[in-house]
């Protein structure tokens, strides 16, 4: 049975047909599933799981075209490293950001950097808020709106031209990421940094996350808090971060 | 101590990620057979091809855990030779028009019988790994 379907990368590699294509791409279309099914982590309600799953077909697509069979790599290895691309890639291609919430969150990006730069610490909520002109209660407001974007939706507006997403990134810098392999030494040492300079209850959030896994409720039962808040101080985090980023 | 928690949980942790991974690709046959069946009964009117995306997307209904997840594989074996191996890599999509109602009622019986066994089994990971979660967390606990 396993040989059907090598003999069907066999005769698809040498005919080139649409047909065998088509049977290759229906045999490996549960990957997409599963790659769409952990990608779309928080994503809002204006992102149809459809969409991420036909966004990550041109992924498999892609890596069935591209995939030499006899290079001895397994196929779902090297297709699942496409999926994931070509949703992220057309996630950030989409302009389902609002607007609105893209320019606050450039807003409070300036802030925190211009504050940040002054204070030589992260300013905390009230510092912020002040500077801003903003009661806090409105501040938090604006986290809650940025992180109801989903983590996808902070690399999106906030590193739209990386390759990696910044969750990732920070998984990695704290040793805890899919492959410690794809950072470059030097920004995963910055990063690395930048995380712990940021304020205990900050870089605690970013721990529980990305390094001990803890689910944001979980998170929230750790420090007293509504899950909601977890996701404000992450997404304030982030932002923080990826000022010293890109400092 | 805290390092042995997070080391067995690490364990858990793959056995769940692998066990969920095989699970969404049972998922996956299943939902694309039970889609052949009805096209074949006249229920559905698009192709296999076109319905991919609904076919094989969650609900939107569907609630997250709110864990932070990457799709990592787990170790695949080059050659298999577990039933869930058999499975997966048989014939059945790839050679739809050749196998008539019977086969496919077959077919999807023994999917749907193994799949009842993984989500079986996945669970009771995932609460062996949301113990040591709780664990870990509770070190972290301001009380
Ligand atoms: N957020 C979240 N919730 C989870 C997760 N795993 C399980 N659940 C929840 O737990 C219920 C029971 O899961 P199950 O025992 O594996 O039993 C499941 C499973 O055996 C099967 N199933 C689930 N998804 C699919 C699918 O896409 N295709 C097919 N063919 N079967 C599925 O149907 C049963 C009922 O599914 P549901 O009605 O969705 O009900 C699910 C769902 O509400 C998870 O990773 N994340
Ligand atoms: N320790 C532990 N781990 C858990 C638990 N629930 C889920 N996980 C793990 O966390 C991953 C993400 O879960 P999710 O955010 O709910 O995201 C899920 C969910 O949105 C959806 N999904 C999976 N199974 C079901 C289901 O039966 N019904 C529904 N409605 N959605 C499902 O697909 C996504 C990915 O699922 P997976 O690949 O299986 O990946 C799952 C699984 O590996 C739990 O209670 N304890």
Known sequence: PADEVSSLWDRFKATGEDRAREALIIQYSPLVKFVAGRVGVGLPRNVDQADLVSYGIFGLIDAIDKFEPDRGFKFETYAINRIKGAILDELRALDWVPRSVRARAREIERSLAELEHRLQRTPSDDELARHMGNSVDELRDALAEISNLGIVALDEVLAPDSSNSLGDMVADSMGAGPEAAFQKEETRRILADAINRLPDRERLVLTLYYYEGLTLAEIGDVLGVTESRVCQIHAKSVMSLRNRMTE | ?143
Not at chain 2, 19 to 26: G, T
Not at chain 2, 59 to 78: F, M, T, W
């Open chain 2, 1 to 143: 101590g805290i390092e042995d928690v997070r080391e067995r949980r690490a364990l858990s942790g793959d056995v769940e990620n692998e066990l969920s991974y095989y699970r969404r690709m049972l998922h996956g046959r299943m939902d694309l057979i039970r889609f052949e069946q009805r096209r074949r009964s006249g229920e559905e009117k698009r192709s296999l091809i076109e319905a991919l995306p609904s076919i094989l997307a969650d609900p939107e209904s569907g609630h997250r855990s709110g864990r932070y997840e990457v799709p990592d594989l787990p170790p695949l074996p080059d050659v298999g030779h577990r039933e869930i191996d058999h499975i997966l890599g048989d014939d059945v999509l790839i050679r739809l028009d050749a196998i008539d109602d019977a086969g496919l009622e077959s077919a999807l019986e023994a999917i749907q019988e193994i799949e009842a066994e993984i989500s079986e089994q996945r669970r009771q990971v995932q609460a062996v790994e949301d113990a040591f979660v709780e664990e870990l967390a509770a070190r972290y606990r301001v009380s």
